[in-house]
C-alpha cells in the first residue's frame, strides 16, 4: 500500500467501525474546535511536490514532547493529539518508530497501518518527505457513559507529501490539503491513540 492511498483507506475502515463519531456531536457532528492556527511539525519544509528526483532523505527533527501530555485531562488529550500528528511525517522521512509505535493502542488500525508502511519503504532504503499539519481548531470530549476515550477533533491543513525510492525515484505523491480529523486518546498507563478518522475538505 503507497503512503498516496493509505491515508484514505484506512479512514474508510476506521469511520467504519463507528469508534469515532457517534455520539460525539456538539451540534455540527464534531467536538467543538477552539483556539488558533498550530504548526504541529517541528519545522515547515517545502510543501510543494518534487518534479524532480529527490537527492536523498532530508533529516527531520523529531517533535518535542508537549508538557501538557503530562496532564489526564481534556487538554492532555489534546496534546497527545497534536503530538501524535506531528510523529507522522517525522516517521515517513525518518523511519523511527519508537514514539509512534509506544502510542499506539493495539486496536488502532490507522496507527498499525502507518506503522507497516513506513517499515516497508524504510526497509528497502526509501523515504518520505512532507506531510506535516498545520491545526488551525482543535476541540475535544472527555470520556462518558459510552466512550472510555477523549474525542479530539481537529481541523487543519495537511502538506503536500511524497514517498522515494532508495535511489530517489518518486513513488507516490498526495497533494495535501484542507482536512478534518476525529482521534479517540485513551488515557491508559500514558496516552494512546485508539484510531483516528480523516475526512478531507
Known amino acids: ?29 464534531q467536538p467543538e474546535p477552539t ?3 498550530t504548526d ?23 517533535p518535542t514532547r508537549p508538557t501538557a501530555m503530562e496532564r489526564d485531562d481534556i487538554e ?16 515517513y522521512a525518518t523511519g523511527d518508530l519508537e514514539e509512534w509505535q509506544a502510542m499506539s493502542h493495539p486496536e488502532c488500525q490507522f496507527c498499525a497501518a502507518v506503522a507497516d508502511d513506513v517499515s516497508e519503504l524504510h526497509s528497502s532504503g526509501g523515504y518520505g518527505v512532507g506531510g506535516e499539519i ?9 470520556p462518558d ?20 525510492s532508495a535511489d ?12 478534518n480529523y476525529t482521534i479517540a486518546v485513551l488515557a491508559e498507563d500514558g496516552w494512546t491513540i485508539r484510531g483516528l478518522a480523516t475526512e478531507e475538505q
Open 134 to 142: 498545520v491545526v488551525a481548531e482543535m476541540g475535544a470530549l472527555p
Open 40 to 62: 504541529v511539525s517541528s519545522e515547515s519544509p517545502s510543501s510543494t511536490e518534487p518534479t524532480t528526483a529527490a537527492p536523498g532523505p532530508t533529516p527531520w527533527p523529531e
Open 76 to 91: 492532555g488529550a489534546k496534546a497527545a493529539a497534536e503530538y501524535f500528528l506531528a510523529l507522522y511525517p517525522y516517521v
Open 1 to 29: 500500500m503507497t503512503r498516496a492511498l493509505m491515508t484514505r483507506r484506512m479512514a474508510a475502515a476506521v469511520l467504519a467501525t463507528g469508534l469515532l463519531l457517534a455520539g460525539c456531536s456538539s451540534g455540527d457532528g
Open 145 to 164: 457513559g459510552e466512550y472510555t476515550h477523549f474525542r479530539v477533533g481537529v481541523r487543519g491543513t495537511e502538506s503536500a507529501s511524497s514517498s522515494f
Open 35 to 37: 483556539g488558533s492556527a
Open 168 to 179: 530517489g525515484e518518486p513513488l507516490a505523491s498526495a497533494k495535501g490539503g484542507e482536512v
